[in-house]
């Protein structure tokens, strides 16, 4: 069972970048697709960006051109780049893995955008 663990959320003013990580371990890290999600209180979780096995990057509308997911199979890490950030990107941040029947979740790490 894969675990991941988040790190790299703080308190930003608008404009400026973080850039969050998520250590994985288990046997299916490389196999796996990485996502990252995020959620704000009385709202459902939304997907902001995953990464596949092979490379391939997605990301929702609203972040693109401004946050970069990566990966490092070797370390078993997922990578978040978040630059040119606004109080709407405010929200917990979630690391997910998804293989096969596997849908692991991180226990999310808080980013807060204000002046």
């Known amino acids: 069972q894969a675990q991941l663990v988040e790190s790299g959320g703080g308190l930003v003013q608008p404009g400026g970048s973080l850039r969050l990580s998520c250590a994985a371990s288990?046997?299916?890290?490389?196999?796996?697709?990485m996502g990252w999600y995020r959620q704000t209180p009385g709202k459902q979780r939304e997907f902001v960006a995953h990464i596949t096995s092979t490379g391939a990057a997605y990301y929702t509308d609203s972040v693109k051109g401004r946050f970069t997911i990566s990966r490092d199979s070797a370390k078993k890490m997922v990578y978040l780049q978040m630059n040119s950030l606004k109080p709407e990107d405010t929200a917990v941040y979630y690391c997910n893995l998804k293989y096969s029947t596997l849908n692991n979740w991180g226990q999310g790490t808080q980013v807060t955008v204000t002046s």
């Open positions: 288990g046997s299916t890290f490389s196999y796996s697709t």
